[in-house]
């Protein structure tokens, strides 16, 4: 099996640079992968970069692990170095990271829940901005991508009600260096218009 090779321990929170040999310089971490290509592609362009990348679903976990290892492989096959995963929600991981500890988080499509009465189980939400605003260091990074509309009218209401992250208007253009995922090409095959917010942690926020 591949994923207990990869796995991020619950106890290595405290730490999280250590759980990667070599320690990294920079610490990222992913919520959601999905089926892992925007992961793969920012562990193999940022070497020194550790990430932990989170995903719930099951498929999706399977397929980053297909990409990584060859059938047959799965005891042995080299691993990356600068990859840790999280087969589980997020949020208790997040809760449970030191103060400042990342250098960015990436929140690449995550899941709309259009309907109001389901707004709470929003990723972007004013809970989880403050727990953000928590780990992510002073001018460390917060990227969003979103096609949903409702998810983005919301997401545009949540941060300017928040005074924790720096927000320039989103692009309406992937930008350099935001490698593309599944659910993007499906959205823009679909006929909508995703937008990506890149938001900076402000330093003098508390
Ligand atoms: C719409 S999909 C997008 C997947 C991928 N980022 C992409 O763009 O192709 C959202 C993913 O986030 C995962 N997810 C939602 N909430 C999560 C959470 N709290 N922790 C980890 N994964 C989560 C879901 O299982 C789902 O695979």
Redesign the pocket.
Known sequence: MTLPRLRFDAAQAADPLAAFAPRPEWLWL??????G??ALAQIAAHPRTGLIA????AN?ICSLLAKLVAEGMEETGALPPNLRL?A????PLIHALPAASLDGLAL?????WPKARHARRR?VHPANVVELARVIRPGGVWRI?TDDPVYQAWTADVLAAQHFFEVPPPATERPAGWPP????AKAVAAGRRPLWWELRRNAAAT
């Open positions: 992913e919520v959601g992968f999905g089926g290509e925007h989170c995903e719930v679903y999706g999280w589980e929600d997020a949020r690449m499509f995550p899941d709309p990723f991508g995922t599944r659910y993007e």
